[in-house]
Nanobody, 125 residues
Framework: QVQLVESGGGLAQPGGSLRLSCAASGFTFSSYAMSWARQAPGMGLEWVSA????????YYADSVKGRFTISRDNAKNTVYLQMNSLKPEDTALYYCAKGKRDAVVPGFLDEYEYWGQGTQVTVSS
């Protein structure tokens, strides 16, 4: 069965960095787009970033553009989210998700069919 396991969350200071990882199994990882989304306390799920199956195209929400970088290693079945210049408003539970296909519609969460359990990111001084 499909499994997505996020890791790398934690506490960071404003302006700091964290790198999230998502280890995937149970499907042909190199054939699907992957995405990151987040949910802040009391808020809905927010799409953050996505990447095509071969890493040729990446997509970002305006709120993280220029600060976050998504990447993937198909040999390791892992997708990453490098988060720099962190802000308190980046505090959220971060999820990775498997796309239904190898395509991305930025911001459209219905494109994703499996989600991990999430990893908490807290940005505070």
């Amino acid at each position: 069965q499909v499994q997505l396991v996020e890791s790398g969350g934690g506490l960071a200071q404003p302006g700091g960095s964290l790198r999230l990882s998502c280890a995937a199994s149970g499907f042909t990882f190199s054939s699907y787009a992957m995405s990151w989304a987040r949910q802040a306390p009391g808020m809905g799920l927010e799409w953050v970033s996505a990447i095509l199956s071969d890493g040729s195209d990446t997509y970002y929400a305006d709120s993280v553009k220029g600060r976050f970088t998504i990447s993937r290693d198909n040999a390791k079945n892992t997708v990453y989210l490098q988060m720099n210049s962190l802000k308190p408003e980046d505090t959220a539970l971060y999820y990775c998700a498997k796309g239904k296909r190898d395509a991305v519609v930025p911001g459209f969460l219905d494109e994703y069919e499996y989600w991990g359990q999430g990893t908490q990111v807290t940005v505070s001084s």
